[in-house]
């Protein structure tokens, strides 16, 4: 209990700090909950880009989501190649469709509205292909609701800064996380994680001289006390 105190306070310092850097984002939804569920199957493993790319080449090609559904995969894997691994994703997005047409009689995900998060969260994940991440950010994204979405930003951001352990995977951070931040403030945390990650904590080479969250950072706090050796260059052959 003393630990999750202690996360809870730290995580209210660096909530803190990110909205005096980034400001706070108003929830506001940015895609009907089908089309973002599509979209977040194509943004696995690719840049926000080539995700784009392949949603927007997706929603030329096919007029509704029952053409998608009911098309040959290789016209579907055509059309969402930008987003690589289309062999893998169209058959996953045309599977979540039919699933949803099966327990629904129609393509739509507008009943998720009157369900409790956690009923939504086992309803999504029930559908072959569907993780913790994706259906967070339906729920998050397209309802409002009190879930919180760990990408790979969120992932990394959180466990450099302590908030999870070294060894926590990104799905079951997910639990973890919303338990330590308070459910109102999901969707902003979520964005102004990203937006540090993208930023300032990128992958590589985090720009630690640039981060206001220093003093919070278990990562900086042990690179700073234990700075990696510089590597000694070789002494001249001395041998005239």
């Given amino acids: ?33 089908v089309d973002e569920l599509v979209d977040c199957i194509l943004s696995q493993s690719t840049t926000d880009a080539n995700r784009d790319r392949a949603f927007a ?4 090609r ?15 894997v055509e059309a969402i190649r930008p987003a690589g691994l289309a062999n893998q994703k169209a058959p996953r997005i045309q599977n979540a469709l039919r699933h949803i047409t099966r327990e629904r009689g129609s393509i739509t995900l507008d009943f998720l509205a009157e369900m409790e998060t956690d009923a939504a969260k086992a309803w999504l994940t029930a559908i072959d292909g569907i ?3 994706t259906a967070a950010i339906v729920l ?7 879930a919180f979405p760990v990408d790979t930003h969120v992932h990394r951001v959180s466990q450099r800064l302590g908030l999870i352990g070294e060894k926590v995977s990104a799905e079951a951070a997910h639990p973890l996380l919303e338990s330590l931040i308070p459910p109102e403030e999901y969707y902003p945390a979520h964005l102004n994680l990203i937006a ?5 904590c990128q ?5 630690c001289e640039r981060c206001p969250l220093t003093a919070e950072c278990a990562y900086f706090q042990t ?5 990696k050796p510089k590597r000694q260059k070789p002494p001249k052959d001395a041998t005239p």
């Fill in 203 to 207: 992958a590589r080479k985090p720009l």
């Fill in 223 to 227: 690179s700073a006390t234990n700075p």
């Fill in 57 to 60: 080449a997706l929603k030329a």
């Fill in 131 to 133: 993780g913790p991440k």
């Fill in 1 to 33: 209990m003393a630990a999750q105190a202690a996360l809870r306070k730290k995580y209210r310092l660096i909530s803190a700090k990110l909205v005096a850097t980034f400001g706070t984002p108003r929830w506001q939804p940015r895609y009907t909950p």
């Fill in 196 to 200: 540090l990650g993208r930023t300032i």
């Fill in 62 to 76: 096919f007029p509704a989501w029952e053409t998608v559904r009911d098309a040959p995969t290789e016209a579907v």
């Fill in 140 to 146: 998050c994204f397209a309802f409002g609701k009190p």
